[in-house]
Structure formats: C-alpha cells, structure tokens
C-alpha cells in the first residue's frame, strides 16, 4: 500500500509540473516598425532661383499712326534672380500626395534688344527693354512619394508684372542731334502691366528632417501676347505708342519647405 501511495503522489507532482510547463507565458518577437515620411499638412517655405523671359515685341501703332500690318521690332532675353516664399497645403492617400499652393516671388529678369523698325529711314534709333519685377503661381498638384522623397507636377495660373521702357541707342542719338540734343542709354517712353497666364512645372522634393524637406523645382509660363501702351517722357514729345509685346518665362527654384503636423507615421 505504501509503494502505491509513493506512486500515485509520483504521477500526480509530474502531471502537476507538465501542466504548469504549459501554461507558462510565452514570448514572440516584436514586429519591426519602418518609419514612413508623411507629406501631408499645412506647408511654409522660401525658394530662390533665377528665370528667364522671352519677350517678342511688335509695334502697330507710332505715336498715333496706324501700322498696318505690324512690324516686328524683335525679340530678347530677360534674365535675372528671383526670391520668394510658398504656403501650401498637401493631402497623402497611400503613396500618392494631392496638394494646392500659392507662391509670391519677387524678380529681376532685365533683357533689351535693338529694335528692327525703321524711323526715319534708319534703323536701330531704340531699343526695346523688359524688366520683370514680380510674379505669382497658384497650382495644383499631383505626386507621388517613395518615403522621403515626392516626385509632383504641378499646374494652374500665373501672375506677371512687367516694366518697360525705349531708350536710345548710339545710332538713334546721332540721328536726333540736329533736333535736340539725347545721349545714348536716355530713356524715351515707357509703359507697365500685370497679366494672367498659365503655367506646368515639376519637382522632386527630399524630406530630410522631421518635417523639413528641401526641393528642386522647374516652371514654364505661358503668358501670351498683351497690346501695351508706351507713353513718352521729357525731351521727347509724341504721342504714345502701342506694342503687341509676346512673353514665356521659364523659371527654375530651390525650395525649403516646413509642413506642420506629425511628419512621420510608423508602417509595421
């Protein structure tokens, strides 16, 4: 009876000892966390760069006389620096990135060229000049993320402001000395506008830190032909003229962007 006892108490302490084997916890591995850039939120930034606009004018009307058909006076190359800021807003749907963006700049695109018209029998008495003083976008954009780094294109309208000016050229200041005396380089009218156009452009966009990201980013601008009147200023005394002035700008930018929000999100 005692060895059966000893037994049974034997079986009982082993069953006892397997079950809590069992029932002890058991721990699994974590599942790893990749961070994953988020391009969504409100976005500040300043971009600065230079540009280039290519400006055709073409007169139709001297000082109050009609020129049927117009007549080419040229074209030229504005070129110069720009600086400005952008304010955005953008929305993330997987990896594609949906956004708007307004962006104001501030230019120096200056370029002039020896008109082709004839006055007097002579050419070359002006040159035609273009300054570009300011422009703005409002886009909408589409890219696509591959974490940290957005690819986008970007479309909508574009804003310009122009000066321009006729000033005399050496030729133009020997064929007035025998009626008044004008220097070469003397401005003798000038005219200004602000117009509406279009614009497409692309970028590729680096997040390097939470929530900053630093861009690249290329813009051409379809700013069509727009009739402007140049009214002349003292020691010249005609009536004004009107031009058909044609304008493209092309503008290339490096942008540093701060979106506000949580800039990464975990992806297990």
């Known amino acids: 009876m005692k060895k059966f006892v000893l037994a049974a108490a034997g079986s009982l302490l082993f069953v006892t000892a397997a079950s809590a084997a069992d029932m002890a916890p058991r721990y699994t591995k974590a599942p790893v966390v990749a961070p994953v850039y988020n391009w969504g939120g409100l976005y500040l930034g300043i971009n600065g760069g230079g540009g280039s606009a290519h400006t055709c004018w073409d007169i139709f009307n001297d000082s109050g006389f009609p020129i049927v058909p117009s007549v080419p006076e040229g074209c030229h190359n504005a070129t110069g620096a720009t600086v400005g800021g952008q304010i955005g807003y953008r929305w993330q749907a997987a990896n594609w990135v949906f956004g708007l963006e307004a962006q104001g700049n501030w230019a120096d695109f200056r370029g002039s060229n020896a008109s082709q018209y004839a006055v007097f029998g002579t050419t070359s008495l002006l040159n035609d000049v273009t300054k570009v003083d300011a422009f703005g976008l ?8 591959f974490n940290n780094v957005l690819l986008y294109a970007k479309g909508g309208a574009a804003v310009v402001h122009d000066k321009y000016s006729l000033t005399v050229t050496p030729a133009g200041a020997a064929a007035h000395a025998p009626f008044f005396a004008v220097v070469a380089g003397q401005t003798g009218a000038v005219g200004s506008e602000t117009r509406w156009g279009g614009t497409v452009g692309a970028g ?26 140049t009214n002349t200023i003292a020691p010249f005394a ?13 503008i290339g930018t490096v942008r ?8 990464v999100v975990a992806k297990y």
Do not use: C, K
């Open 238 to 250: 005609a009536p004004p003229s009107t031009h058909r002035i044609g304008q493209d700008i092309d």
């Open 256 to 263: 540093v962007n701060y979106t506000f929000g949580g800039p």
């Open 138 to 145: 409002f886009t909408g954009q589409v890219g696509y993320a």
């Open 204 to 229: 590729i966009e680096f997040g390097f830190a939470p929530g900053w990201s630093v861009a690249v980013e290329y813009d051409h601008l379809f700013m069509g032909s727009r009739d402007v009147t």
